[in-house]
């Protein structure tokens, strides 16, 4: 997969992802209430982690800069 995701975008989805995998497990591993949140924090770690988001593919979207 080509990389569409920028430096910036990057340490925002690193962030956004630990804050919301944090929030989901303050309570422990619980599989009721805000639960959801961790699994999207999940992907967002993920996407980071490999510079790559497919909803940005999907809509022709890139973050990264523009190599000469």
């Known amino acids: 997969m080509p990389a569409n995701v920028g430096t910036i975008d990057q340490y925002v989805r690193i962030v956004a992802g630990l804050a919301l995998v944090a929030f989901a497990l303050q309570d422990g591993l619980s599989i009721q ?12 770690l993920v996407t980071a982690f490999f510079k790559s988001c497919p909803l940005y ?11 000469q």
């Not at 959801?36 to 967002?44: E, I, K, R």
């Not at 593919?57 to 190599?67: D, E, I, K, P, Q």
């Open 33 to 44: 209430g805000w639960h959801w949140a961790g699994l999207v924090g999940l992907v967002l």
């Open 57 to 67: 593919s999907a809509l022709g979207f890139s973050t990264c800069a523009v190599r």
